[in-house]
């Protein structure tokens, strides 16, 4: 079984929404790129991206950290990204 580590963006920023509730954040990280680092530097072959701001406008808005992200986690690291 392979675990497979979550960046949910939202406001730029690592999160959780309570219940799929906008309202109710709890941030886990400010910086996506240094959360995505760390999850390559502990070993993750895959990381899965959610733009939770472009799931609940319907286009997308965190294009350019999700290209940074991308930067500093080069292949063989995949990301699936969802959202937006």
Avoid at 38 to 54: C, K, N, S, T, W
Wanted: aromatic residues 4%; charged residues 25%; contains cysteine.
């Amino acid at each position: 079984m392979q675990a497979i580590p979550a960046i949910d963006l939202k406001d730029n920023r690592v999160v959780r929404l309570e219940r799929g509730r906008k309202e109710q954040v709890t941030v886990y990280h400010d910086s996506p790129v240094a959360q995505a680092l760390f999850f390559a530097e502990q070993g993750a072959e895959r990381i899965h991206i959610v733009d939770l701001d472009g799931a609940f406008s319907g286009a997308p808005v965190h294009s350019e950290v999700i290209m940074e992200i991308r930067k500093v986690c080069p292949p063989p690291i995949l990301l699936e990204v969802g959202g937006g």
